[in-house]
């Protein structure tokens, strides 16, 4: 009888791994990945405790520990309990990946709050279809504006650090657009130092992926 590959994933894989796009710390990761992915979609999951079958091809661990940086491995552990007990799932059970998917967007908010933001992967996830789609549904507001801004910030690097979120924004034109945001007294303004910086819609569209949801036109005019 031929044996069949159980994918076994500790917790924060579980969550993480729906935004995976063909990025990773090399080729041999990548690859084992796609392998892994590739079995989820027909095997069921063992969730287990600490190293996984996606850890064991890992370039940053050492001595069975994560050393991508200091307190990595800690701050792993924590993500991995937090994940469990988000997706209500136990060490040592076994799963379908439809099964989590279909947890997923019940959690998501918590989570895209309490890691995804200070995760140095953010800026491939906020690329990620699915990744985009949670951030546009379950996301309130204020977190849909910050999602956006990180999205427009790592897409122009040559800018990035010139690149700030202010809130809040004194809302002076606010009887302008109120029909339009009817949700907001204040708003968020994307500030980049670089006056005279302009992007068509067209150009907009073409590096980001989708158009904006409000074009605030000023009554000023820029020359």
């Given at each position: 009888?031929?044996?069949?590959f159980?994918?076994?994933?500790?917790?924060?894989?579980?969550?993480?791994l729906?935004?995976?796009?063909?990025?990773?710390?090399?080729e041999?990761?990548?690859?084992?990945?796609?392998?892994?992915?590739?079995?989820?979609e027909k095997?069921?999951?063992?969730?287990?405790?600490?190293?996984?079958d996606?850890?064991?091809s890992?370039?940053?661990?050492k001595a069975g520990?994560?050393?991508?940086?200091?307190?990595?491995?800690?701050?792993?552990?924590?993500?991995?309990k937090?994940?469990?007990e988000?997706?209500?799932?136990?060490e040592?059970?076994?799963?379908?990946?439809?099964?989590i998917?279909?947890?997923?967007?019940?959690?998501f908010?918590?989570?895209?709050?309490?890691?995804?933001?200070?995760?140095?992967?953010?800026?491939?996830?906020?690329?990620?279809?699915?990744?985009?789609?949670l951030?546009?549904?379950?996301?309130?507001?204020?977190?849909?504006?910050?999602?956006?801004?990180?999205?427009?910030?790592e897409?122009?690097?040559?800018?990035?650090?010139?690149?700030?979120?202010l809130k809040?924004?004194a809302?002076?034109?606010?009887?302008?657009?109120?029909?339009?945001?009817?949700?907001?007294?204040?708003?968020?303004?994307?500030?980049?130092?670089?006056?005279?910086?302009?992007i068509?819609?067209?150009?907009?569209?073409?590096?980001?992926?989708?158009?904006?949801?409000?074009?605030y036109?000023?009554?000023?005019i820029?020359?």
């Open positions: 009888m031929k044996e069949v159980m994918p076994s994933l500790r917790g924060h894989h579980l969550i993480c729906n935004f995976f796009q063909g990025e990773g710390y090399d041999i990761f990548i690859k084992n990945l796609e392998e892994i992915l590739s079995k989820m095997e069921y999951i063992k969730v287990i405790e600490g190293l996984d996606i850890c064991r890992c370039p940053n661990l520990r994560c050393e991508y940086k200091e307190g990595a491995e800690e701050k792993i552990r924590e993500q991995d937090t994940a469990l988000l997706l209500n799932i136990k040592g059970e076994i799963i379908p990946l439809k099964e998917k279909e947890r997923l967007p019940k959690i908010s918590q989570w895209y709050e309490n890691y995804c933001l200070s995760c140095d992967w953010l800026r491939v996830c906020l690329n990620h279809q699915y990744f985009q789609s951030t546009q549904t379950f996301l309130s507001p204020d977190k849909k504006l910050l999602s956006l801004f990180l999205r427009v910030r897409s122009f690097p040559e800018v990035k650090e010139a690149v700030s979120l809040p924004y809302n002076l034109h606010y009887n302008e657009i109120e029909d339009k945001v009817p949700f907001l007294n204040i708003y968020y303004q994307l500030h980049l130092y670089s006056p005279g910086w302009i068509k819609t067209e150009d907009f569209e073409r590096i980001l992926g989708f158009n904006p949801d409000l074009i036109k000023s009554s000023e820029v020359i």
